[in-house]
């Protein structure tokens, strides 16, 4: 694919996903057309291939979104409570501080008096850990809903889960899971598991989910050679645990391709990624 025609491709794609309104300076746009100049044909049409998959959610869109999922709930789990909790889904130590989860959590306790079903809760906010120590566990009209806004491999889940069980006794019929998107792949097994998980967007391995035979690892490989270009990228090859997602929210998890979040150097020169988020 040549320059040309991947960025006709890529304003298409902007088009179609309503991108544009999005990024109204452009410069998600003008940092994907400086990646299309230094990326041979191949990596082009890779990188192309990917975006068309990409969901893009800011933080504007996040209450309609989170109203969907919880939308989703079951009438008979609202009906038999009276209490519903709220924590953001968070490792040990990382309660407490500036999460997305967190800034969720309270957006929901805003809304919960516009949705009629959920309107005769008693909505309490838990800000860390050490809330649970003041109760002996989940009682019989308590609901424990955690919250974020991306669950990747749902390493932090099962963290905070078994933080929580450390300090109070957790009955999994009162725990509901709520977020804006999760992994297709952390979703069948959370449900697996018997958890309730109520999302607006699954999002699928972009690779693997959307190829067979030779075309993955082919693929796979040609991501992994544009990945020799990107400083810093070998612990988030393909993604976190090679999730292979292509999605950005108020940030992008480290489960998306570094391609799209890590700026890549060619040429002696640093070039910006669309997505670009700072770790380091």
Request: proline share 5%; charged share 30%.
């Amino acid at each position: 694919m040549d320059e040309k025609d991947s960025i006709k491709k890529l304003a298409k794609i902007f088009n179609s996903k309503n991108w544009f309104a999005k990024d109204p300076d452009e410069s998600v746009f003008d940092s994907f057309c400086e990646l299309m100049n230094i990326l041979t044909p191949e990596e082009r049409a890779l990188v192309i291939e990917l975006t068309d998959r990409y969901l893009w959610i800011p933080g504007k869109d996040y209450e309609d979104d989170i109203k969907e999922a919880l939308k989703d709930v079951p009438n008979d789990l609202l009906e038999k409570a009276e209490k519903m909790f709220l924590f953001p889904i968070v490792k040990p130590g990382d309660d407490g501080k500036a999460k997305s989860g967190i800034g969720l959590a309270y957006d929901i306790k805003a809304m919960i008096p516009g949705l009629n079903r959920y309107r005769h809760l008693k909505v309490i906010n838990i800000d860390d850990f050490d809330g649970f120590n003041a109760s002996p566990g989940t009682r019989e009209k308590e609901l424990l809903v955690l919250v974020d806004d991306f669950i990747g491999s749902g390493d932090t889940l099962f963290q905070c889960l078994h933080e929580m069980e450390r300090r109070m006794n957790v009955d999994l019929d009162k725990i509901i899971i709520v977020s804006i998107s999760i992994q297709k792949e952390a979703y069948d097994i959370l449900v697996g598991k018997g958890f309730r998980v109520f999302v607006k967007y699954q999002v699928p391995r972009s690779i693997s989910d959307f190829n067979t035979g030779a075309a993955i690892k082919e693929k796979k490989d040609l991501m992994r050679l544009i990945e020799n270009s990107i400083p810093g990228a070998k612990p988030y090859s393909l993604g976190w645990q090679e999730s292979e997602a292509t999605i950005t929210l108020k940030r992008t998890p480290d489960n998306t391709f570094p391609i799209f979040w890590r700026r890549m150097k060619r040429n002696g020169s640093l070039y910006s990624a669309p997505f670009l988020c700072i770790r380091d």
